[in-house]
């Protein structure tokens, strides 16, 4: 088995690497890069392949930077199978078509100062119409439930708890006496999350993929989440102002809905009008009610219960354009919800327009924010920051709460590892910032790796599974 890594190498987004295994292309993963957005374009528009030389993809998970490219891949000529689990499948159903609508939307507003310059204008990389044929390709695989590969290669999806239907997963390469097997953590959640089922641990490893993220980061007490968001909600009470959070629209939306449901119920605060402004968000959520299996004890007992923890009275989930241009003119107190994550698009950022510069509001982040995104600049204290060609103050008071990762932390990924067993003597960490990657690779060779490497964005290793 050959690796080249393609994407999401020394960064945290493009997941996308190539195995090249019993004469098959398998890629795991095919992700939207995200960050400086005309080399993003053209690493997204141009892969480092043929499209049609491709076999198979075996998805992670429904995030964009890990499925958002697919529908390029079949645009190019890709015909093999997208093999996931049944909950992934449903989340790109609707992620992929709002991503296809979302860069219509900013190809469309690009281009109008391109037009009036007699600049070329820009195409978008897929359109609504190219999603059913990437839809049809997919191969529905439960976790647990063994898949032939090739011949002598085995896949097996692990839950990997970081999202709806995210699996870890291991390829088990040879016959019994010489089988060999292969770890791909995907983006691998943590422990007593809500919602969610803990990772799943998985043993007799000899090759690991590990993301790190958070290489060498420890999350703060998950403890801390419910009394944070109370307070920020007591504080914009008091001053009739706004707390906007920018949130991933499918996995952290539904957390963040679950937390302050929580407080509703407790009776902890007055109720203050919570709008989940993202229609994916909406739709989303009908998927996170229809795969309950996915769901941990707590979850189950809460519905069990007959509550409903994604309704409660005072939410409401805003579709239209008009009711979202609304809560612009809204005076507070309020809590607006709303994607993109990172502020890269969507309605997020005519939200953070007209609210970033009253010192009264607050914007809080909980969520990753990579490198050259909106998101980060904002976390950083850049100010100004330019949004649709104009420069806004950062005047908001900005703060982030980083125990809502749905990302393991150094401990969480390293306690993972020490349960999984000693037997992994060969290791490649990806997703994540180079000083993240390098960490956890010095932290898995003190646990007893010997050959550790941070692979370079088009890196190829050889025969890694040895004789």
Do not use: W
């Amino acid at each position: 088995m050959d690796i080249t890594f393609h994407g999401a190498a020394r960064t945290t987004t493009g997941s996308m690497h190539l195995l090249d295994i019993e004469g098959k292309r398998v890629l795991l993963d095919c992700g939207l890069s995200q960050g400086r957005r005309k080399e993003s374009f053209e690493r997204n528009r141009n892969f480092p392949f043929r499209a049609a030389d491709i076999d198979q993809v075996i998805l992670s998970h429904a995030h964009m930077d890990h499925s958002g490219n697919l529908p390029s891949l079949v645009k190019q000529g890709f015909r093999g199978e997208i093999v996931a689990t049944p909950a992934t499948r449903d989340l790109c159903d609707i992620m992929l078509r709002d991503s296809a609508h979302l860069q219509l939307k900013d190809v469309e507003f690009a281009n109008k100062k391109r037009r009036e310059k007699g600049k070329v204008l820009f195409e978008p990389l897929y359109g609504p119409e190219d999603i059913d044929g990437t839809l049809e390709r997919f191969r529905e695989v439960p976790y647990e439930k063994t898949f032939d590969v090739a011949r002598d290669v085995v896949l097996t999806f692990h839950d990997a708890g970081h999202l709806l239907g995210s699996a870890s997963m291991t390829l088990d390469v040879g016959s019994k006496g010489t089988r060999k097997r292969l770890f791909f953590t995907g983006d691998m959640g943590r422990k007593g999350m809500p919602i969610l089922l803990d990772p799943t641990v998985v043993s007799d490893v000899d090759v690991l993929i590990t993301e790190s993220t958070y290489g060498n980061r420890v999350h703060p007490p998950k403890a801390d989440v419910v009394g944070r968001l109370k307070a920020f909600i007591e504080d914009i009470t008091l001053q009739k102002s706004k707390l906007v959070i920018p949130s991933f629209r499918v996995g952290r939306t539904q957390e963040i809905v679950y937390f302050l449901n929580q407080i509703y119920e407790q009776g902890r605060i007055q109720p203050v009008p919570v709008f989940v402004d993202s229609p994916l968000s909406s739709k989303a959520t009908e998927v996170y009610e229809r795969h309950r299996e996915c769901f941990d004890e707590e979850a189950t007992r809460v519905l069990m219960e007959g509550d409903q923890p994604f309704h409660f009275r005072n939410l409401k989930y805003t579709t239209s354009t008009e009711d979202s241009k609304k809560l612009n003119d809204m005076p507070g107190p309020a809590v607006i919800v709303s994607s993109s994550g990172m502020c890269e698009g969507g309605r997020i950022v005519h939200h953070l327009m007209n609210t970033i510069g009253n010192p009264r509001n607050i914007i809080l982040f909980v969520g990753y924010q990579a490198e050259n995104t909106l998101g980060r600049r904002i976390v950083e204290h850049v100010s100004p920051v330019r949004m649709f060609g104009n420069d806004y103050p950062v005047n908001a008071r900005i703060h982030t709460i980083n125990a809502l990762s749905a990302h393991a932390d150094r401990d969480e990924l390293m306690d993972y590892f020490t349960e999984m067993g000693p037997r992994v003597k060969r290791a490649f960490v990806v997703h994540g910032e180079v000083e993240q990657a390098e960490s956890l690779a010095v932290s898995l060779r003190e646990l007893g790796a010997a050959d550790v490497a941070v692979p370079a964005p088009g890196q190829r290793f050889e025969n890694v599974l040895g004789g």
